[in-house]
């Protein structure tokens, strides 16, 4: 789905997307520890409302809702908050335990989407695979994975391939030395026989007609996706 104006509810459910849902629960955890502590309103007024004017004016009044990127600097506060949750009431002492664990579970979830950290998508919607379904452009990819994509070529034996990328796909090609053409406007409703490349932030554009009807042989990072067009997959086509 894309828009030219925008949407006010991108950047809360980008955040809600782009991360581990584990950090959102420790940062409602130090959320409440934080509105708990009456003595505390200097430090409610700092870290809350610098971030909540931050975001209202992200929400309704910028209409460029390209990345997560914009938001960054509501996250230092973000971090702040999560950290009171450290200094729960006492008389609730079971919570450090519960935090405990969730810290090191979501320093495994770190660990674990090494190197793809940039097209992180929460594991509730299905990791870094699903994330061009729900948010793409800069939240899903900078050109990260061309250099592992040809590292995956020279492993598959694969020695050119057709390319459908939004941003600098042939400069990445050139860049890497991969073999190369730039697939056509007429390839997005019937491909050629060979190997396409797809990043993934040209499938929200809903141009591309084929790709629901074939699965990809392969995924590089969270962004390229890699097709295999034999003469079996166009002569499905050809009688659909």
């Known amino acids: 789905m894309i828009s030219q104006k925008g949407w006010w509810y991108y950047f809360p459910f980008a955040i809600l997307f782009k991360e581990p849902f584990i950090f959102d ?7 409440i520890s934080l509105f708990l502590r009456k003595e505390d309103f200097i430090a409610k007024l700092c870290l809350l409302s610098p971030p909540a004017a931050y975001l209202f004016v992200a ?3 910028n209409k460029v809702d390209i990345g997560i990127r914009h938001i960054l600097p509501i996250y230092p506060f973000m971090f702040i908050i999560a950290g009171y949750g450290a200094r729960f009431p006492k008389k609730l002492k079971y919570i450090k335990h519960v935090l405990s664990i969730l810290l090191i579970v979501l320093a495994i979830d770190v660990l674990a989407a090494y190197p793809g950290h940039l097209s992180y998508f929460n594991r509730l919607l ?13 939240n899903l990819s900078w050109g990260q994975d061309w250099k592992r994509l040809k590292a ?7 020695k050119k391939i057709s390319i ?14 991969i073999v190369y053409r730039e697939a056509t406007e007429e390839e997005n409703i019937v491909p050629k026989k060979g190997v396409y490349v797809i990043e993934a932030t040209e499938l929200a554009t809903g141009k591309i ?3 629901e009807k074939i699965m990809p042989i392969s995924r590089v990072g969270g962004s390229l996706l890699v097709y295999n067009i034999d003469n079996n997959e166009l002569n499905k086509m050809k009688a659909e």
């Open 59 to 61: 929400m309704f009044i």
């Open 152 to 158: 995956y070529l020279d492993k598959a034996g694969i």
């Open 126 to 138: 299905g990791g870094s695979g699903n994330g061009y379904k729900y948010l793409s452009d800069s």
């Open 164 to 177: 459908k990328a939004a941003f600098t796909g042939s400069k990445n090609c050139d860049y890497y030395g």
């Open 209 to 211: 007609k084929w790709i």
């Open 25 to 31: 629960i420790i940062c409602l955890i130090g959320f």
